[in-house]
C-alpha cells in the first residue's frame, strides 16, 4: 500500500537530532519561549525574508491573533469584511469569524483553485478592511494584482500560508507592502511539520509583530502587567526545537514534491482527469497534488484497491458545513465543482521513484 502520507518515514531521517534537541531543552530547565523559540523565530524569519515572526500555539491562532492584533491596533474594527477565498480550508473562516470580523466569500479560479482578483474586486463594500488570501495547496495566489487591488482600496493583506512554506520567500511586492503579514502552520503534515501543533506569524511591521507577542501571552510583555486581553498560544519550546531541525531541509523536500509534481504533471494521462495549473515557478511547494474528475468515487475506489491511498481536500465546502449553517443557502458553483471533484494523489519528499511510477501507471490505466 502506498500511504497517501507517511509522517513516520518523513520524520526518520531527523530521529537523531531530535534525540539530541530534547536532551539540550531538558538539560536546559527552561520549558516555556526560551531559546528555541528565540532562534526559530530569527532563522524562519530569515527564510521568509521578512523582518519578524512570531511564533504561536498553531496554524488557527496565527490568523486570529493577526486579526486580533490589527484590531488592537486599531486598523480594523469588530464588524469589519474580511474578503477570503469561499474554497479554503474551514479555519480560514473561522479564524475571521473568531476575531468578531465578518468573512466575505469570493470565489477561485477554477484552473488554480486559488482566489480570483477581479472576484475581489466585485465584493468591495465601504467595510471591507482586509483580504484574506490562502496560498491552497502550496501555490501562490496572483499576488501582484492582489497586492494591487488591496492598495488601492487600502485594504490589509494577510496571507493564509498554512499549506504554502517556502513558496512565499522574496515575494518583493507583498514584503514591501508594510500592510501585510503571514500566518503559517506548522501541523505535522505540513511542508514544515512539527511533531505536535505549531505556528507563527510573519510580518515587517514591528507594531503588528509587538502586539502578537503580547497577545501569545495573555498579552503580557513584563512578567504580571497585562497590556491586552490576550490568550495563551506561545509556540511550544520543543516544537520550536524539532522545527529548528528540519527548517534547514525545507528548500530540498520542496524540490523532491516538484520533481514528482513534474513527473505527475507530464506523465498521467487520462483524458477523464485534469491535472493542476503550475507555471513551473518555485511559486508552487506542492503540498498537496490535486486532480480532478467527474468520476472521483470510482477513482478513488480504484487506486484504493490498487494500494494507492487517496485523500479529498476537501468533501464540503465551508459554505454547506453544518456548523455554518447561515450560509447553506448560498451558492458558489465554481467552489461547489471544486469540491465535489477534486482528489489528492500522495505526494511528499519520501515518495520512491518506484511509487511514483506505480501511481502514474495506476492512474494511467483507470477506465472510469
Ligand atoms: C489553509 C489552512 N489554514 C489554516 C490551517 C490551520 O492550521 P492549524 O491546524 O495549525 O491550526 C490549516 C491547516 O490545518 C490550513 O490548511
Wanted: glycine content about 4%.
Amino acid at each position: 500500500m502506498i500511504p497517501f502520507l507517511d509522517l513516520k518515514k518523513i520524520n526518520q531521517p531527523y530521529e537523531t537530532a531530535f534525540q539530541e534537541k530534547l536532551k539540550l531543552v531538558l538539560d536546559n530547565g527552561w520549558y516555556v519561549l526560551g531559546n528555541e523559540v528565540k532562534e526559530f523565530e530569527t532563522s524562519f524569519a530569515n527564510y521568509c525574508g521578512t523582518k519578524y515572526c512570531v511564533g504561536v500555539g498553531n496554524g488557527f491562532d496565527a490568523l486570529v491573533l493577526i486579526f486580533k492584533g490589527y484590531i488592537q491596533l486599531g486598523k480594523l474594527q469588530k464588524g469589519d469584511e474580511v474578503i477570503v477565498p469561499a474554497n479554503t480550508y474551514i479555519a480560514s473562516i473561522l479564524a475571521i469569524l473568531q476575531a468578531d470580523l465578518i468573512p466575505v466569500l469570493v470565489e477561485p479560479k477554477l484552473e488554480t483553485y486559488n482566489i480570483n482578483p477581479e472576484s475581489i474586486v466585485e465584493k468591495i463594500t465601504s467595510k471591507t478592511k482586509a483580504i484574506l488570501v490562502v496560498h491552497l495547496y502550496g501555490q501562490l495566489a496572483e499576488m501582484d494584482r492582489i497586492n494591487e487591488i488591496a492598495m488601492a482600496n487600502n485594504l490589509l493583506i494577510v496571507e493564509d500560508a498554512a499549506q504554502a512554506h517556502g513558496a512565499i520567500r522574496n515575494q518583493e511586492s507583498v514584503i514591501s507592502n508594510q500592510k501585510s503579514s503571514v500566518a503559517y502552520s506548522f501541523y505535522p503534515g505540513k511542508n514544515l511539520g512539527a511533531l505536535g501543533d505549531a505556528g507563527a506569524v510573519t510580518t515587517n511591521d514591528l507594531e503588528l509583530a509587538k502586539v502578537i507577542q503580547s497577545l501569545r501571552n495573555y498579552g503580557s510583555e513584563t512578567k504580571y502587567y497585562n497590556d491586552y486581553v490576550g490568550v495563551n498560544s506561545r509556540l511550544d519550546e520543543l516544537q520550536a526545537a524539532f522545527l529548528n531541525v528540519k527548517l534547514p531541509f525545507l528548500d530540498a523536500e520542496n524540490e523532491k514534491r516538484r520533481a514528482i509534481a513534474k513527473r505527475y504533471l507530464s506523465e498521467i494521462k487520462n483524458d477523464k482527469i485534469a491535472l493542476p495549473f503550475w507555471d513551473l515557478s518555485n511559486n508552487h511547494v506542492f503540498h498537496l497534488f490535486v486532480i480532478r474528475t467527474q468520476n472521483r468515487t470510482n477513482l478513488q475506489e480504484y487506486l484504493q484497491q490498487n494500494g494507492i491511498q487517496t485523500v479529498i481536500h476537501y468533501p464540503v465546502p465551508p459554505h454547506n458545513q453544518k456548523a455554518l449553517s447561515d450560509w447553506n443557502h448560498l451558492s458558489f458553483p465554481i467552489t461547489e465543482k471544486i469540491h465535489n471533484q477534486v482528489l489528492s494523489l500522495p505526494i511528499s519528499p519520501v515518495l520512491t521513484d518506484d511509487e511514483v511510477d506505480f501511481v502514474i501507471k495506476i492512474v494511467n490505466q483507470c477506465i472510469f
